[in-house]
């Protein structure tokens, strides 16, 4: 099995790029964002509990997501991989991961980051809140502090996978075809 991860901050463009991927190399996209928006759509205790914080731009707790991760890997079957959207976002996640992919004889193949500034997170966030009407999305402090939660949790991960040698980035500012296409060259040399 091939463990692969698409890094970047909120609007980077990882679900939007994440279907293709999941198509041509045959891998189960898990997004845990999604996850636990489905959650909350179903009105379940997790659901619940995760709601409040989510609408302020906070990360869940490490064990929530773990969770859902290792469920998922457990029960899904007939796919090349898996391609984790959204997870790991703190240290304390990537070495969980290590550890679950550890117990499984298996390893993380490689992490895709996704990079684009600051500016234009706000810009493709806003644009997607007249679309999809995402609830963390309505707000601009509540992106404000998800781009911050980014920056303070989420971004020392890279100095973190850098030492593995299994991290590589592309630039996500571009058209959508320009950007899988940087994406997929970089999965084929995988
Ligand atoms: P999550 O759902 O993961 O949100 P996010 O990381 O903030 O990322 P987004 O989904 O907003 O962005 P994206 O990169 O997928 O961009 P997209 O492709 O949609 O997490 C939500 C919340 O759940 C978190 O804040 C946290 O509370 C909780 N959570 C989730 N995982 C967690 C974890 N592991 N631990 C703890 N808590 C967790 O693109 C954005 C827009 O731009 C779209 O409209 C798209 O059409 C457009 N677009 C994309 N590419 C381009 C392009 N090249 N040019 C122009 N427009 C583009
Ligand atoms: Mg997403």
Redesign the pocket.
Known sequence: MKYFILF???????????SAMVEKYRLCHI????L??SEIAAGTELGQQ?KA??EA??????E??EGMIEAKFDSVKDVDGFLL??????IA?AEALDAMLKRRSEAVTGVVS?MIPDEMIME??K??AT??G?A??AREEVVAN?IR??HEKTEPLIAFYRQTDRYHEVD?????D??RERIFTLMDAF
């Open positions: 970047g901050p909120p609007g980077a463009g990882k679900g939007t790029q994440a997004s845990t964002g999604e636990l928006r995760a914080l989510i731009g906070c990360l869940v707790p490490d929530v997501v959207d959204g997870f790991p976002r703190t996640q996704i493709r966030i644009h997607r679309i999809e995402r963390d999305d998800r939660t980014y996500g500012v571009g058209t959508i320009e950007v």
